[in-house]
């Protein structure tokens, strides 16, 4: 694999899964259509994409690393959250400016969109798809 070191970063690449996520609220569950996407030109996270009404997104970027620790055991702290939850289910807590938001997805289509994107990029590789000439660009002048 060609590493930023070499000066030349790998070809951008992604993955998108669309699943059917539930937002968890006064014990009702609302099925929210939802784009888990992941991009190489940003390793580090996936973007979930929850479609809540016609032409309106909310999207949130959420830690790859915690997301595939979190499919097992609870993981997260401050506005995001990932925790296993009962029938093979996974729960994403996400908060901002108080309010809170609970998303509850299978697992299965999580760890199978987690498993495409080591095929992108290995877990603990993501540092070497950084584009970081902007950044040293900036300081050298």
Do not use: C, K, N
Request: aromatic fraction near 8%; glycine fraction near 8%; proline fraction near 5%.
């Amino acid at each position: 694999m060609t590493t930023f070191s070499d000066g030349v970063l790998p070809d951008r690449r992604w993955v998108a899964r669309r699943v059917m996520a539930h937002q968890v609220r006064e014990g009702r569950r609302i099925p929210v259509s939802t784009t888990l996407r992941y991009d190489t030109r940003d390793p580090y996270a996936i973007e979930f994409t929850f479609h809540v009404a016609r032409g309106m997104d909310v999207v949130w970027y959420v830690d790859r690393g915690m997301l595939h620790a979190g499919v097992d055991a609870p993981a997260g702290t401050g506005d995001v959250r990932v925790s296993p939850a009962h029938a093979d289910h996974v729960l994403l807590s996400l908060e901002r400016d108080g309010h809170l938001a609970l998303i509850m997805m299978e697992r299965g289509p999580l760890v199978r969109l987690l498993r495409e994107t080591y095929a992108l990029v290995d877990l603990g590789g993501e540092s070497a798809h950084l584009d970081w000439s902007p950044v040293t660009d900036a300081l050298a002048s």
